[in-house]
């Protein structure tokens, strides 16, 4: 059974930092896109960020292109979605999900994705 477990959301101001992680277990995940989404109270999820497991390509949405980072540690299992310039608009659940593709290619939609966290929230105070 995977596990994926976000942590290091929080409160921060306008202009603050955040570094989300998701711990994943339950099998190995070479041959998974990795990805994160976010929720807003009253919003659909929307993909935020993706990353390949092999290789580490990464695609993000135009909206935090240029401020957030994914990246991997294949030797924890581990992704990161560093946060920076955060904006009131940032304020989300976020969600790191798995989506098995042997092709290893990043995923910006929400229904390939199998395997998903529980969430963590952040908020940016203005």
């Known amino acids: 059974q995977v596990h994926l477990v976000e942590s290091g959301g929080g409160l921060v101001q306008t202009g603050g930092s955040l570094r989300l992680s998701c711990a994943a277990s339950?099998?190995?995940?070479?041959?998974?896109?990795m990805g994160w989404f976010r929720q807003a109270p009253g919003k659909e999820r929307e993909f935020v960020a993706s990353?390949?497991?092999?290789?580490?390509?990464?695609d993000y949405s135009d909206s935090v292109k240029g401020r957030f980072t994914v990246s991997r540690d294949n030797a924890k299992n581990t992704v990161t979605l560093q946060m920076t310039s955060l904006e009131p608009e940032d304020t989300a659940d976020y969600y790191c999900?798995?989506?098995?593709?042997?092709?290893?290619?990043?995923?910006?939609?929400?229904?390939?994705?199998?395997?998903w966290g529980q969430g963590t929230p952040v908020t940016v105070s203005s």
């Open positions: 990353i390949t497991w092999i290789g580490g390509t990464t």
């Open positions: 339950g099998r190995t995940f070479t041959g998974y896109a």
């Open positions: 999900a798995a989506n098995w593709d042997p092709a290893q290619r990043t995923c910006s939609m929400i229904h390939p994705y199998y395997y």
